[in-house]
Structures are given as structure tokens and as C-alpha cells.
């Protein structure tokens, strides 16, 4: 290339950069989360199967749930209303980033989903490695059921079964393809307890009214959060960290969890709870 063709490349160059910085220059900055639900007036919230954190009435096709709950309670606080939008736990973080919703309740903080979505520093809340036993079985402590003759029910491949399988190396655990099927064979008398987490387990015994939902000691809690758009502007998770924190403290946050058990059918009371100070006790 001589000096003359090299001329007219730089020339080229940065006349097509001088468009392209115009071009942006003329381009609105995408507004940031907080802002859009302020103007729109709506908070839009992932939901997906998942009870008792989000629940499809299959008779209205209304959304309920913990989590909708949480986004009406909240939605309230900061005067909008709370919208469902339908998606996939697998999609959750695509959804986010792309905008599709805004948040999405009781969605675990993992270091993989950290890289690309944020989360509040406050947890939202908590539950706990749990069993459902059968009646006449007490588990106050994991050793309780760590027995060869005791059958315990895990879904296959779950954090549930890999920590089970650790602690438990003299029961016998029996491996289900999923959580119904691990239920379904708890309800036929096949295995003597399932573990899972104690929200899912409670969900499950308001529909067989079979054995009782216990936490071992030690406890295994974990915190779980809401995810949102990684944005220059942390107003919006930081309004939701705010939010959770009055919640949690004020009580309301065990406070919904327990108005959603009542339309189950069940005693909150004599349930395990959402804070982590009630599942340490």
C-alpha cells in the first residue's frame, strides 16, 4: 500500500468513527431499572413453576405464590403494580439480561449466575436441608436417620442427594428421577423419610397430610435473594436491598410465607419458617 492509499485508510477510518460517535451521541443511554419501573408503573417479575415460590392455578391462570407475593408487597411499598411474566427457572438470567423482566424472587446467588446478573447484599429468605418423616419417626438430629435400617428418598443428582449421601453413609438412600416421584414413594410407605428443602417438603405434605416436616440439627440454611440486570446505576437492587431488609425485620417477610401456607391448608405455626433465627431454634 503506498502513502497515498494509506492516507485515504486513515481517512476512512476516522470519518466512519466520527460517524459512529455521532450516531451515538444522538442515541438516548438506556434507562436504568429503577427509572423504567417508576415510569411504566409496573415491576415486572419472572415467575416459573416452583411452588411454594410461584403457583399456577390451573383453573383461573392466576400466578401465586411466596415469590408474587413478595413482588406485590414490594410493588406496593414503592407505589406501581406488580406484572407477572411467564418464564423457565433455566431462563432466568437470559430473561434478566435481556430485559424480558425485572426481577426474580427466590433465585439463589451463586458464584456462576453473579458473573452475569446482581443480586441484593440482603437475603430475602431462608430455608433449610429437611425431612419429611413418617409419623413415629423423630429426626432432631441428622444422626436420627444416619441408621441401616432406615430408607431415606432423595431426587436423583440434587444438591439434596450429594449432601445426603455425605452425611447419611449408613442409611440406605434411595434415588428417585424427581421430586414427585421421591413424594409419591414416601405417600406408598416405600422409603421411611425424603429430603429436600423444607419449603418444598412442607408444599408436598399439604397434599398427602402424611408424615411431618422436620430440620436436623445441625442446620444446613441457606440464604436465598432475587436477581437482577447488572446495570451502571445499582439503584434499583439497592432499593430491593432496602426493601428486603424492612421486611425481613419487620416480620412481613415470614408474614407472607405464612398467609401462603393458610391457602394450602396448613398451620404456619406448626410449620418450619422462612428466617434463619426460627430454623436455628
Do not use: C
Amino acid at each position: 500500500m503506498n502513502i497515498l492509499s494509506r492516507f485515504a485508510a486513515v481517512r476512512r477510518g476516522l470519518l466512519l468513527g466520527l460517524v459512529g460517535l455521532g450516531l451515538l451521541a444522538g442515541m438516548p443511554a438506556q434507562a436504568q431499572t429503577l427509572e423504567k419501573v417508576k415510569k411504566s408503573g409496573e415491576l415486572r417479575i419472572g415467575v416459573a413453576p416452583g411452588d411454594p415460590w410461584y403457583y399456577r392455578d390451573p383453573a383461573t391462570g392466576q400466578w401465586t405464590g411466596v415469590g408474587v407475593l413478595m413482588g406485590e408487597q414490594i410493588a406496593k411499598n414503592i407505589g406501581v403494580k406488580m406484572v407477572p411474566v411467564e418464564t423457565t427457572w433455566a431462563n432466568s438470567v437470559a430473561g434478566l439480561q435481556s430485559g424480558q423482566f425485572d426481577v426474580m424472587f427466590v433465585l439463589d446467588a451463586t458464584e456462576e449466575r453473579k458473573r452475569a446478573i446482581d443480586f441484593p447484599a440482603a437475603p430475602m429468605l431462608w430455608y433449610a436441608q429437611g425431612v419429611l418423616a413418617k409419623d413415629g419417626l423423630t429426626v432432631k438430629n441428622w444422626s436420627d436417620l444416619d441408621k441401616p435400617t432406615v430408607r431415606v428418598g432423595v431426587a436423583l443428582g440434587t444438591a439434596t442427594d450429594r449432601d445426603l449421601t455425605k452425611r447419611l453413609p449408613n442409611a440406605k438412600i434411595e434415588r428417585f428421577t424427581n421430586t414427585d416421584e421421591t413424594v409419591a414413594a414416601f405417600n406408598a410407605g416405600r422409603v421411611d423419610a425424603i429430603g429436600f428443602y423444607h419449603s418444598v417438603l412442607t408444599i408436598a405434605y399439604s397434599k398427602i397430610k402424611k408424615g411431618s416436616v422436620q430440620i436436623p440439627q445441625p442446620v444446613v440454611a441457606i440464604a436465598t435473594s432475587a436477581g437482577v440486570r447488572k446495570e451502571q446505576d445499582p439503584a434499583f437492587r439497592d432499593m430491593l436491598d432496602e426493601q428486603f431488609k424492612k421486611l425481613y425485620a419487620s416480620g412481613q417477610t415470614q408474614a407472607l410465607y405464612a398467609q401462603y401456607l393458610k391457602t394450602k391448608g396448613l398451620d404456619p405455626d406448626k410449620m418450619p419458617g422462612v428466617t434463619k433465627e426460627s430454623l436455628e431454634k
